[in-house]
């Protein structure tokens, strides 16, 4: 079993910027690959940035709203399982809770939630104007 949690989150200005972090515990090494995604309350949970942690580690896809803005990373000491957020050039529509995932799968379609098995509680961003 894998277990997620993150931190970062908090009342920023737009222009402003966060970063998150998401630590994996419990069997990390069995993870392929790790994503964040984000969701408003009343509408579907939406992927924003998704990266490969294990084969073609390092490669990442974006959702359109935040390519340019966003940047998902790991951290380079493997041991620490973290994976990043930089989220630069905050707008109030980022407002959202933010989830971090993770799948075990050999193949992937990146930033479709029935893709991760594994989920963290998630971390407030609000954006003012």
């Known amino acids: 079993q894998v277990q997620l949690v993150e931190s970062g989150g908090g009342p920023v200005q737009a222009g402003g910027s966060l970063r998150l972090a998401c630590v994996a515990s419990?069997?990390?090494?069995?993870?392929?690959?790790m994503a964040w995604f984000r969701q408003v309350p009343g509408k579907e949970r939406e992927g924003v940035a998704h990266?490969?942690?294990?084969?073609?580690?390092?490669?990442?896809?974006?959702a359109d709203s935040v390519q340019g803005r966003f940047t998902i990373s790991q951290d380079s000491d493997s041991a620490k399982n973290t994976v990043y957020l930089q989220m630069n050039s905050l707008m109030p529509e980022d407002t959202a809770m933010y989830y971090c995932?993770?799948?075990?799968?050999?193949?992937?379609?990146?930033?479709?939630?029935?893709?991760?098995?594994?989920w963290g509680r998630g971390t407030q961003v609000t954006v003012s104007s």
């Open positions: 995932a993770a799948g075990d799968n050999w193949h992937v379609l990146a930033l479709q939630p029935e893709q991760y098995k594994y």
């Open positions: 419990g069997n990390p090494a069995k993870l392929n690959y």
């Open positions: 990266i490969y942690t294990r084969i073609a580690r390092g490669d990442t896809e974006y």
